[in-house]
């Protein structure tokens, strides 16, 4: 069997609000392989010290942004989740 050609669909984060607070990044990843789609979503809470009404946070999201985001891509170490997720699909792929 010729080795699968995968993609990669881009990264996309989501914040979770909650009493008007941004309290959460939801991330998800997506990889596809002709009509399958491997997905993994994960939640990070923001440190509480951290979260913001969300009118502070649209004011300062392109500069604090990024560090949040890099932190919870640290703490769900989401990458590795789709890494396991995509050696067992691959291991299960008929081999001719």
Do not use: C
Request: charged fraction near 25%; avoid cysteine.
């Amino acid at each position: 069997m010729p080795d699968p050609i995968i993609t990669r669909d881009p990264m996309r984060m989501e914040e979770v609000f909650r009493q008007g607070k941004v309290v959460g990044i939801t991330i998800t990843l997506t990889h596809r392989h002709d009509d399958n789609t491997l997905t993994v979503t994960d939640t990070w809470d923001v440190p509480e010290a951290d979260q913001m009404y969300a009118e502070d946070w649209q004011a300062s999201k392109q500069t604090l942004g990024p560090g949040l985001v890099g932190q919870a891509l640290e703490a769900l170490n989401i990458e590795y989740q789709m890494f396991t997720q995509m050696r067992d699909y691959i291991a299960a792929l008929p081999s001719e």
